[in-house]
């Protein structure tokens, strides 16, 4: 009797390390969610990443990780994404660094983007303003925040004064109406900005008399050719992707490289991300090694260059979080500030 119950729990315990063998390599979860931040139109995003589920499902089945669903969500803001990152019902989330910091408590950087460089890196103003902005075929590893002003006389005149070689002044700045990112952990809507206005005039943005918080970049673009706003902060360059619709859409008559100049340019800023959750059982050290594999095999292939070019981005390297000390310093200023 002893020896067939001792025969009766060889065989159980064998079982068990075969599938605990069988499943150390290997995933059969039920659902991947990944977010994107809404930097863009909301619905232009979430049209442009459809296609990414099944590539991402496909690419992960590879590394021996099979979900019968993946999902992708826009989030209703930067810190949304954030905290579905922190609480584990995001797994994946697209999100620059400034949110990347505040929320690095829930979220790891699993990769880091790389864009195509710019004609312009100046830190000169004056310098975008001699050519319209064109992307180059080096790719780089940051980029920079942008103060636009517009047709409106009053940006136009600053755009005067800073074309003809002359500085800003603390009143020049308060005397217009400015659109900044309703986003308060967005880079190039909110912390970069904020720290050009320190550095150059001892303000921030909350000492801005009038200002209008927007939703996105298409939305300030928008306002800043109707002449509701007169200066706008926004990534190096986000006229790119509206030029078309400067005139198109927006009801100009000119380009928006003859109506709009660059008054004020940031540091350079490290790229955006793509985190992990760190608070989700989902998420092993392994996947996220088959994730970095299969979004730096997505973003060689020309599908996966439709889906990340609705951030800019080119492809991906393994992200390391010492590369965003520089974005925690800015944090902390900005923190310091308010």
Known sequence: MKKKIFALLSVVVLTMALMVGCGSNKSDDDELVVYFVPSRDPKEIQSATEPLADMLKEELAKEGFEFKNIRIEVGTSFEAVGEALESGTAHVGFIPGGTYVLYENGADVALTATRFGLNHDSDNPADWNTAPTENTDK??????????????????????????????????????????????????????????????????????????????????????????????????????????????????????????????????????????????????????????????????????????????HKGYEIGDSKNYEEEKKAQELIKSMQ
């Open 139 to 312: 790719k780089v590893t940051y980029y920079r925040s942008l103060v636009i002003a517009g047709p409106s006389e009053k940006g136009q005149a600053l755009a005067d004064k800073i074309n003809s070689g002359k500085k800003l002044t603390a009143e020049d700045v308060k005397g217009v109406t400015w659109g900044v990112s309703s986003n308060t952990t967005s880079p190039a809507g909110y912390i970069y900005p904020s720290l050009w206005l320190q550095e150059n005039f001892g303000l921030s943005l909350t000492d801005l008399p009038n200002k209008v918080a927007l939703d996105n970049y298409a939305t300030a673009l928008t306002q800043l050719a109707s002449g509701q706003i007169d200066v706008m902060v926004t990534y190096a360059d986000a006229r790119l992707d509206y030029a078309d619709k400067w005139t198109s859409e927006f009801g100009r008559s000119k380009s928006v490289w003859e109506e709009t100049n660059v008054i004020g340019v940031t540091a350079p800023i490290y790229n955006d991300t793509i985190s992990v959750t760190k608070n989700s059982s989902v998420m092993t050290p392994e996947l996220v090694k088959a994730l970095q594999n299969a979004f730096m095999n997505i973003a060689e292939t020309p599908e996966g260059q439709d889906v990340i070019s609705i951030y800019t």
